[in-house]
């Protein structure tokens, strides 16, 4: 399975990304799937997870209201849609493809990761 990742970039702050991840596979819409990213100097942390159907969403508390996590299972994409970046938003964003349908925020439970794509928000 690959996954690749896409659409980062530099914007200013309160701009707008949107990343892209398309899958390989064509069981994708059969496992949950996330967005992870890590800033310099710090460890990866989760931002968004999505369940098989795309019903179900799970956000970190930071980008609440802010990002939303989306998916396409006939192009086998999975989106992140980035509004109102601010500086704390810069880091190398990893999709992920969960082991099973679930889309929790435990990096453990992703078995496929994508190579990072950098978003970089100028303040």
């Known amino acids: 399975v690959q996954l690749q990742a896409s659409g980062g970039g530099l914007v200013q702050a309160g701009g707008s990304l949107r990343l892209s991840c398309t899958a390989s596979?064509?069981?994708?819409?059969?496992?949950?799937m996330a967005w992870f990213r890590q800033a310099p100097g710090k460890e990866r942390e989760f931002v968004a997870s999505?369940?098989?159907?795309?019903?179900?969403?799970v956000y970190t508390d930071s980008v609440k209201d802010r990002f939303t996590i989306s998916r396409d299972n006939a192009k086998n994409t999975l989106y992140l849609q980035m509004n109102s970046l601010n500086a704390e938003d810069t880091a190398v964003h990893y999709c992920?493809?969960?082991?099973?349908?679930?889309?929790?925020?435990?990096?453990?439970?992703?078995?496929?990761w994508g190579q990072g794509t950098l978003v970089t928000v100028s303040s």
């Open positions: 999505i369940n098989p159907t795309g019903v179900n969403m």
């Open positions: 596979e064509r069981s994708f819409n059969t496992y949950g």
């Open positions: 992920a493809r969960s082991k099973t349908q679930l889309a929790g925020r435990r990096g453990t439970e992703y078995e496929y």
